[in-house]
Nanobody
Framework: QVQLVESGGGLVQPGGSLRLSCAAA????????MGWYRQAPGKQRELVATETTHGTTNYADSVKGRFTISRDNAKNTVYLQMNSLKSEDTAVYYC???????????????WGQGTQVTVSS
């Protein structure tokens, strides 16, 4: 089983910054897209940003110009640098990975346990 281990959430004031990290832990066969989704209270989970192995990125319109996703493929780790944070960015942030556990198994989605980000004065 593949585990996505997140870190870096917390409480920050509006206009502040946070950096989230997520490492894929386990001996798996291959990994493709990694990224971040978030879910605010009473809302559906939504895309924040993703990045493929080859560096193609995709951002939600609401975070473009403020958030930056990056990866260290050698460490199977994805980061999310969040600047100019707003109260509406408050949510649980989930790490995502599209991973193939072994040559004999299909590609599937994996999720981290979630990390809380709260933007408040």
């Amino acid at each position: 089983q593949v585990q996505l281990v997140e870190s870096g959430g917390g409480l920050v004031q509006p206009g502040g910054s946070l950096r989230l990290s997520c490492a894929a832990a386990a001996n798996f066969y291959d990994i493709n897209t990694m990224g971040w989704y978030r879910q605010a209270p009473g809302k559906q989970r939504e895309l924040v940003a993703t990045e493929t192995t080859h560096g193609t990125t995709n951002y939600a319109d609401s975070v473009k110009g403020r958030f930056t996703i990056s990866r260290d493929n050698a460490k199977n780790t994805v980061y999310l640098q969040m600047n100019s944070l707003k109260s509406e960015d408050t949510a649980v942030y989930y790490c995502y990975g599209y991973i193939r556990f072994s040559f004999a198994t299909p590609w599937r989605d994996y999720w981290g346990q979630g990390t809380q980000v709260t933007v408040s004065s």
